[in-house]
C-alpha cells in the first residue's frame, strides 16, 4: 500500500532557515529591525536609526497611550474658551496651583505645544509606517506568489502520496482546484504555488489609514468648530450672530464669517407627558414649529424641530435641547403706568418643570412719592399647584398654574457694570417690601391674578397668557462625517487584520525512481493556526480523489486496498 501518512518535520535550525528563501518571506509588510551597528553610527546612521524607532509600532502605540493621557487634563480641568467662568473660578480658588497650570498649558491643554507635538509626532509616525508599507504591499500584489522550496517536509503543514496519474494532470488539476477557491496560482517549474488572504494586509493599511483620517478629522473639527446656546420664547426669534447667542465657545482657528447665516422665529412649542402610569410626567413629546430662512433674502420655510431630530443649514445643525415656561408679567407703577410687560422664561428646576427666575425692572418705575426705583421680584412657578405643597410641581404640564413672588426695591446692581445673571435675583443692596404683619410680602398668584405692592408703591400681575420657551444649540462639527467614516474603516479594517489568515499552498508532482508519480502538498502561514493544516487538508482530499494512492514498492499485493485520504497535521515546533 502507498504511505500516505502526514510528515511534520520539526522546527529546523536556524542555519538552515534559509532554504525556505522567498516562500517564507512577505507574508506580511511589517518592515524588519535590524539592531544597529553603534560604534559605526555616524550623523546619517543616528538619523535612520531615530526614523525607524518612530515608526516602529511600539512608537506609534506609545504615543497613542500618551495622546490618550493627554486629554484626561482637558477632561477634568475647566477649559479656556469653553468655560470661562469656570476657569476663573479656578484662578480664584487656587492661587498657587492657577500659575503652574497656565505654564504646563493646562487650561487650554489642546492648543499646547506638548500635546500638539504628540498628536504631530504620532501623525508622522502613522504615515512613515504607511507609506513604505503600501508601496511594498502594492510590489506583492503585482508579483506572484513565490516558488516551492525545495524541502517542502519544513513547512508547517505537510502531507504525501504515491499515484499512477501523470505529473502534469496533478499539476493542471491542483491549479484548476487552487483558482477555484480563489487563490492566486500560478505554475512554477515542478510545482504550483498559490497565496490567498490579501485583505488581511489590506485591513491593515485600512486600519492605519483610517487612524490618520481620524487624527486630521478631530483636528479640523476642534479648530473649526463652535457651539452655542440660544433661549427663544414662543413669537421671538433668532439670527445666527454672536451677539445672539446666550453662551458661545470655539475652536483656535474659527472666525466669525465661518457662521452660516440664518435666522428663525420660534411660532410654538409642543409638549406631551404620559399622564398616568410608573413613567407618568415622563415627556412623551417635544416639537418646536419654526419658521427660518436662509440668508439675507431667504425664503420664509416651516419646520419642527425635535429631539435628536435637528434643523441642519449648511454645516449648521439646530438641535433642541431643553424647554420651559415664560408667564407674562405686568408691572405697574405708584400712579399705574406700565413699566414692564413681557414674558419672563424662568429655568426649571426639576423633571416637573418646578421654576425660578426673577423679574427686573430697571428703568422708568417711580414710587408713591414719585422718586426713581428698581423693583425685583424673585419668582417660582408651579405648572401643577396642589395646595399644601408650595415647594414643587406635580406635573410638568399646565394643569393648575401658580405663580410665587416675592417683592423687592432697591438697588439691583445693573448700574456697576458687572455682569449678572438675569435668571437671579442679587439681594445685596434690596429691601424687601413688607405685608401687614411686617413679614416679607409673598404670595401666590393664579393666571389672571395681581399682587398689590404696600403704600401705594404699584402692582404686578400674573396675565392669562402663559407662553413656552425652547433652548436650541446651534452646533457646527466640520469633518464629522470623515471622523465616522475613518472610525468604521478602522473597525472593518482592524477586524480584517485579526480575522484573516495569509496563507500559501505548494503542491510538487514528480516522477519517482520507480517510475510513479509522488504528490507533496504544503502550506505555510503567519502564525500557528488550526486553518492552514485543515485548509490544506481539504485541497489534498479533493486533490487526492482526482488522483488516488498508489500501492508502495514494498506493499503485498494479496493486502492491498485503497489508500486513505491524506490527513495533514501541524508539525510540532512549527515557528509562527
Same mark, same amino acid.
Request: aromatic share 10%.
Given at each position: 500500500?502507498?504511505?500516505?501518512?502526514?510528515?511534520?518535520?520539526?522546527?529546523?535550525?536556524?542555519?538552515?532557515?534559509?532554504?525556505?528563501?522567498?516562500?517564507?518571506?512577505?507574508?506580511?509588510?511589517?518592515?524588519?529591525?535590524?539592531?544597529?551597528?553603534?560604534?559605526?553610527?555616524?550623523?546619517?546612521? @543616528?538619523?535612520? @536609526?531615530?526614523?525607524?524607532?518612530?515608526?516602529?509600532?511600539?512608537?506609534?502605540?506609545?504615543?497613542?497611550?500618551?495622546?490618550?493621557?493627554?486629554?484626561?487634563?482637558?477632561?477634568?480641568?475647566?477649559?479656556?474658551?469653553?468655560?470661562?467662568?469656570?476657569?476663573?473660578?479656578?484662578?480664584?480658588?487656587?492661587?498657587?496651583?492657577?500659575?503652574? !497650570?497656565?505654564?504646563?498649558?493646562?487650561?487650554?491643554?489642546?492648543?499646547?505645544?506638548?500635546?500638539?507635538?504628540?498628536?504631530?509626532?504620532?501623525?508622522?509616525?502613522?504615515?512613515?509606517?504607511?507609506?513604505?508599507?503600501?508601496?511594498?504591499?502594492?510590489?506583492?500584489?503585482?508579483?506572484? *506568489? $513565490?516558488?516551492?522550496?525545495?524541502?517542502?517536509?519544513?513547512? *508547517?503543514?505537510?502531507?504525501?502520496?504515491?499515484?499512477?496519474?501523470?505529473?502534469?494532470?496533478?499539476?493542471?488539476?491542483?491549479?484548476?482546484?487552487?483558482?477555484?477557491?480563489?487563490?492566486?496560482?500560478?505554475?512554477?517549474?515542478?510545482?504550483?504555488?498559490?497565496?490567498?488572504?490579501?485583505?488581511?494586509?489590506?485591513?491593515?493599511?485600512?486600519?492605519?489609514?483610517?487612524?490618520?483620517?481620524?487624527?486630521?478629522?478631530?483636528?479640523?473639527?476642534?479648530?473649526?468648530?463652535?457651539?452655542?446656546?440660544?433661549?427663544?420664547?414662543?413669537?421671538?426669534?433668532?439670527?445666527?450672530?454672536?451677539?445672539?447667542?446666550?453662551?458661545?465657545?470655539?475652536?483656535?482657528?474659527?472666525?466669525?464669517?465661518?457662521?452660516?447665516?440664518?435666522?428663525?422665529?420660534?411660532?410654538?412649542?409642543?409638549?406631551?407627558?404620559?399622564?398616568?402610569?410608573?413613567?407618568?410626567?415622563?415627556?412623551?413629546?417635544?416639537?418646536?414649529?419654526?419658521?427660518?430662512?436662509?440668508?439675507?433674502?431667504?425664503?420664509?420655510?416651516?419646520?419642527?424641530?425635535?429631539?435628536?431630530?435637528?434643523?441642519?443649514?449648511?454645516?449648521?445643525?439646530? !438641535?433642541?435641547?431643553?424647554?420651559?415656561?415664560?408667564?407674562?408679567?405686568?408691572?405697574?407703577?405708584?400712579?399705574?403706568?406700565?413699566?414692564?410687560?413681557?414674558?419672563?422664561?424662568?429655568?426649571?428646576?426639576?423633571?416637573?418643570?418646578?421654576?425660578?427666575?426673577?423679574?427686573?425692572?430697571?428703568?422708568?418705575?417711580?414710587?408713591?412719592?414719585?422718586?426713581?426705583?428698581?423693583?425685583?421680584?424673585?419668582?417660582?412657578?408651579?405648572?401643577?399647584?396642589?395646595?399644601?405643597?408650595?415647594?414643587?410641581?406635580?406635573?410638568?404640564?399646565?394643569?393648575? $398654574?401658580?405663580?410665587?413672588?416675592?417683592?423687592?426695591?432697591?438697588?439691583?446692581?445693573?448700574?456697576?457694570?458687572?455682569?449678572?445673571?438675569?435668571?437671579?435675583?442679587?439681594?445685596?443692596?434690596?429691601?424687601?417690601?413688607?405685608?401687614?404683619?411686617?413679614?416679607?410680602?409673598?404670595?401666590?398668584?393664579? $393666571?389672571?391674578?395681581?399682587?398689590?405692592?404696600?403704600?401705594?408703591?404699584?402692582?404686578?400681575?400674573?396675565?392669562?397668557?402663559?407662553?413656552?420657551?425652547?433652548?436650541?444649540?446651534?452646533?457646527?462639527?466640520?469633518?464629522?462625517? @470623515?471622523?465616522?467614516?475613518?472610525?468604521?474603516?478602522?473597525?472593518?479594517?482592524?477586524?480584517?487584520?485579526?480575522?484573516?489568515?495569509?496563507?500559501?499552498?505548494?503542491?510538487?508532482?514528480?516522477?519517482?525512481?520507480?517510475?510513479?508519480?509522488?504528490?507533496?502538498?504544503?502550506?505555510?502561514?503567519?502564525?500557528?493556526?488550526?486553518?492552514?493544516?485543515?485548509?490544506?487538508?481539504?485541497?489534498?482530499?479533493?486533490?487526492?480523489?482526482?488522483?488516488?494512492?498508489?500501492?508502495?514498492?514494498?506493499?503485498? $499485493?494479496?493486502?492491498?486496498?485503497?489508500?486513505?485520504?491524506?490527513?495533514?497535521?501541524?508539525?510540532?515546533?512549527?515557528?509562527?
Amino acid at each position: 500500500m502507498s504511505n500516505t501518512t502526514d510528515k511534520a518535520a520539526p522546527a529546523a535550525p536556524e542555519g538552515q532557515d534559509e532554504e525556505l528563501g522567498a516562500a517564507g518571506s512577505q507574508l506580511s509588510t511589517a518592515p524588519t529591525e535590524d539592531a544597529p551597528n553603534l560604534p559605526s553610527l555616524g550623523v546619517i546612521g @543616528w538619523v535612520r @536609526w531615530f526614523w525607524r524607532q518612530l515608526t516602529s509600532m511600539r512608537v506609534a502605540l506609545l504615543l497613542l497611550l500618551l495622546l490618550s493621557l493627554g486629554a484626561i487634563p482637558g477632561s477634568l480641568i475647566p477649559q479656556s474658551g469653553i468655560d470661562d467662568t469656570k476657569v476663573a473660578e479656578f484662578r480664584q480658588a487656587h492661587e498657587t496651583l492657577a500659575p503652574v !497650570y497656565d505654564k504646563l498649558g493646562l487650561f487650554n491643554v489642546y492648543s499646547s505645544v506638548w500635546f500638539s507635538a504628540i498628536y504631530i509626532l504620532l501623525f508622522v509616525s502613522l504615515i512613515g509606517c504607511i507609506v513604505p508599507r503600501t508601496w511594498q504591499f502594492v510590489g506583492q500584489l503585482r508579483g506572484r *506568489p $513565490p516558488g516551492a522550496p525545495r524541502r517542502l517536509t519544513r513547512l *508547517p503543514a505537510y502531507t504525501t502520496w504515491r499515484t499512477e496519474a501523470e505529473p502534469e494532470q496533478i499539476r493542471e488539476a491542483a491549479l484548476t482546484l487552487l483558482k477555484k477557491r480563489r487563490f492566486r496560482a500560478h505554475l512554477a517549474g515542478d510545482a504550483v504555488s498559490a497565496e490567498k488572504g490579501y485583505l488581511r494586509e489590506v485591513g491593515n493599511l485600512a486600519f492605519h489609514i483610517a487612524l490618520i483620517v481620524m487624527l486630521i478629522a478631530f483636528a479640523w473639527g476642534q479648530l473649526f468648530k463652535s457651539e452655542g446656546n440660544k433661549l427663544v420664547v414662543e413669537g421671538d426669534g433668532f439670527s445666527n450672530t454672536l451677539t445672539q447667542y446666550d453662551d458661545f465657545k470655539s475652536g483656535s482657528l474659527f472666525s466669525q464669517d465661518d457662521l452660516d447665516p440664518f435666522s428663525f422665529t420660534l411660532k410654538n412649542f409642543k409638549g406631551t407627558y404620559e399622564a398616568t402610569g410608573p413613567n407618568r410626567g415622563t415627556p412623551r413629546t417635544y416639537e418646536a414649529d419654526l419658521a427660518y430662512s436662509v440668508g439675507a433674502e431667504g425664503k420664509d420655510e416651516k419646520t419642527t424641530v425635535k429631539v435628536n431630530e435637528p434643523l441642519e443649514i449648511g454645516d449648521s445643525k439646530v !438641535y433642541l435641547v431643553s424647554h420651559g415656561y415664560a408667564p407674562v408679567i405686568t408691572v405697574r407703577d405708584g400712579r399705574g403706568k406700565v413699566v414692564f410687560h413681557d414674558a419672563v422664561p424662568l429655568l426649571p428646576l426639576d423633571g416637573n418643570v418646578t421654576s425660578t427666575g426673577a423679574v427686573k425692572v430697571m428703568d422708568g418705575y417711580r414710587d408713591a412719592k414719585g422718586k426713581w426705583d428698581q423693583l425685583g421680584f424673585q419668582a417660582f412657578f408651579l405648572p401643577s399647584y396642589v395646595k399644601g405643597n408650595e415647594l414643587s410641581s406635580q406635573f410638568p404640564a399646565l394643569l393648575n $398654574p401658580v405663580l410665587n413672588l416675592e417683592a423687592y426695591h432697591g438697588d439691583l446692581g445693573v448700574n456697576a457694570g458687572l455682569p449678572q445673571s438675569v435668571y437671579q435675583l442679587n439681594k445685596k443692596n434690596l429691601k424687601g417690601f413688607k405685608d401687614s404683619k411686617g413679614a416679607q410680602l409673598r404670595e401666590n398668584l393664579n $393666571p389672571g391674578e395681581t399682587m398689590k405692592l404696600p403704600n401705594g408703591a404699584g402692582s404686578i400681575t400674573f396675565e392669562k397668557g402663559i407662553k413656552e420657551w425652547a433652548g436650541f444649540q446651534v452646533a457646527r462639527q466640520p469633518a464629522s462625517g @470623515w471622523a465616522l467614516a475613518g472610525s468604521l474603516a478602522a473597525i472593518f479594517g482592524l477586524a480584517a487584520s485579526l480575522f484573516i489568515q495569509r496563507r500559501r499552498v505548494w503542491v510538487r508532482a514528480t516522477t519517482g525512481a520507480d517510475g510513479v508519480t509522488v504528490v507533496e502538498m504544503a502550506g505555510l502561514g503567519r502564525s500557528e493556526s488550526a486553518k492552514v493544516p485543515e485548509e490544506l487538508g481539504d485541497l489534498a482530499g479533493i486533490l487526492y480523489e482526482q488522483a488516488p494512492g498508489a500501492p508502495d514498492p514494498d506493499d503485498d $499485493p494479496a493486502d492491498s486496498e485503497a489508500s486513505p485520504d491524506p490527513q495533514v497535521v501541524p508539525a510540532e515546533g512549527a515557528e509562527k
